[in-house]
């Protein structure tokens, strides 16, 4: 399956946005908790999407560094060291806006700083959409579950994204209009996502407490009885909920109306985060029309 290309550049012509593949997962537990299981799904994720390769460490003070084996064996030292805190993000070459990417934030939790209670920890892996049509979405399910498997999640995606580092008004506009399939984000994961559910998306991962606020695997598996819906059951009460086979922007044009998205919307609305940062030039009121695309 061929997916739009969606690259823009800014007026310094560098490539500003772009289109890309995107899994996250969002967990509630603290750094120190968590920095060995970030470290195996790390090692999982860099194994499997080979022969790509991370070959830059981008460290806490934005500095860059070649990601060879002794800055690796330093990384790991570092990340399950004393820090409360831990910001690591990595790039592949060439570097791009839709390229291959990594971020991991690492948080204290819970936080020291009343107004940081909704922080949580995130995992961020970005790959090019060429990634996806040439290894098929049934590998990319298959990447996504193992990074899963070795991780705490309370919620998590797979999706077609369209981000930036550098704000592209018109382009945002129009894509936001035809394509609501899309996940819009700004490079990186968000920080107070707490429990909630960042959006609705082709692979939906889900744990507690929302989970049990659904009623459970069984109660989710009866509500979302439809074609073209599947539920896979994890270890340790988590599942994964899949909207068709492969990810689908929903073109607009060609009359798509992502009926399964909607269906797992109507059942996740309570617990859907609710994005505060405008996208471009988004209102108030053109941002809470996107994030009831679903719903309205």
């Given at each position: 399956m061929q997916y739009p290309r969606l690259r823009f550049a800014d007026r310094f012509l560098g490539e500003a946005a772009s289109d890309a593949l995107?899994?996250?997962?969002?967990?509630?537990?603290?750094?120190?908790?968590?920095?060995?299981?970030?470290?195996?799904?790390?090692?999982?994720?860099?194994?499997?999407?080979?022969?790509?390769?991370?070959?830059?460490?981008?460290?806490?003070?934005?500095?860059?560094h070649p990601l060879d084996g002794t800055q690796w064996e330093s990384i790991r030292k570092e990340m399950v060291g004393p820090e409360e805190n831990f910001f690591p993000r990595f790039a592949g070459t060439p570097e791009r806006v839709g390229g291959l990417y990594v971020e991991y934030k690492g948080l204290r939790i819970?936080?020291?700083?009343?107004?940081?209670?909704?922080?949580?920890?995130?995992?961020y892996l970005r790959l090019p959409t060429e990634f996806l049509e040439a290894r098929g979405p049934s590998q990319v399910r298959e990447l996504a579950v193992a990074v899963a498997n070795e991780l705490p999640f309370n919620s998590g995606f797979v999706d077609l994204s369209f981000g930036w580092v550098n704000p592209v008004e018109d382009a945002i506009d129009l894509i936001h209009k035809r394509y609501p399939g899309l996940h819009l984000n700004r490079e990186g994961p968000q920080l107070d996502m707490d429990t909630?559910?960042?959006?609705?998306?082709?692979?939906?991962?889900?744990?507690?407490?929302?989970?049990?606020?659904?009623?459970?695997?069984?109660?989710?598996?009866?509500?979302?009885?439809?074609p073209g819906i599947s539920i896979q059951e994890l270890s340790g009460d988590r599942l994964l909920i899949?909207?068709?086979?492969?990810?689908?922007?929903?073109?607009?044009?060609?009359?798509?109306?992502l009926p399964l998205h909607r269906a797992l919307a109507r059942l996740l609305e309570p617990y859907l985060y609710?994005?505060?940062?405008?996208?471009?030039?988004?209102?108030?009121?053109d941002m809470r029309r996107w994030e009831r695309r679903f719903l309205d």
């Open positions: 995107l899994i996250c997962f969002y967990m509630k537990h603290s750094h120190e908790q968590i920095a060995p299981l970030i470290l195996r799904a790390l090692d999982i994720f860099r194994e499997r999407i080979q022969p790509l390769t991370l070959d830059w460490y981008i460290d806490p003070d934005a500095q860059t819970p936080s020291r700083w009343p107004a940081r209670q909704h922080d949580a920890c995130s995992l909630h559910v960042d959006g609705v998306h082709w692979m939906n991962f889900l744990s507690q407490p929302v989970l049990g606020k659904l009623g459970g695997i069984a109660a989710l598996r009866e509500r979302l009885n439809l899949s909207l068709g086979d492969a990810p689908n922007p929903g073109d607009t044009e060609a009359g798509e109306t609710r994005n505060t940062r405008p996208l471009g030039r988004m209102t108030p009121e």
